[in-house]
């Protein structure tokens, strides 16, 4: 069924999209601006302006320029590792239960409840899936690091408390 005015959206092909995207690249490392980059090529290929920004915007997030938003939704098979995570973390010492009981049920349940508030969290603090947890191990690991490295310096140099001793 069409709509009364017609179809007008177009299907482009994965090939031109990502021309497009290289392009948009180009232009921006040639100029070395990012403003009217995307309409100059758009209105060159004859595309939607702002379908080839959003080409750009995409790549940019898949190829780790610039950070994702949120998570995958939870059945996407993109969520797996993400799922599995959290089933190590949260459930780590409980008995798994047998597929189809209550158990599993209320287990699956809390998964997508933490799985949500994973989201939720990744959403507001615009940090990619997967470097979420690496990052935070990162973060707690060099302040560890850091703060040994403090107390051991002040406890060779004689500070008591970051306290000058006279």
Request: charged share 25%; proline share 4%.
């Amino acid at each position: 069924m069409s709509s009364p005015k017609g179809s007008s959206q177009r299907r482009y092909q994965p090939a031109e999209k990502e021309n497009a995207v290289r392009l948009v690249r180009l232009r921006r490392e040639e100029t070395g601006e990012s403003h009217g980059s995307v309409k100059a090529v758009a209105q060159q290929l004859g595309f939607g302006v702002e379908s080839v920004r959003a080409w750009v915007k995409q790549a940019d997030v898949d190829d780790g320029v610039k950070p994702g938003k949120g998570l995958p939704r939870f059945n996407d098979p993109r969520a797996g590792d993400i799922i599995a995570w959290l089933q190590r973390t949260a459930f780590a010492s409980v008995r798994k239960p047998r597929n189809g009981s209550r158990g599993a049920m209320l287990q699956n349940l809390e998964l997508r409840d933490r799985y949500q508030g994973l989201s939720w969290h990744v959403r507001h603090f615009g940090t990619k899936a997967n470097p979420f947890v690496t990052r935070t191990h990162e973060a707690v690991a060099g302040t560890v690091v850091a703060a040994l490295k403090a107390a051991a310096i002040n406890a060779l140099s004689g500070n008591n408390g970051g306290t000058a001793t006279a």
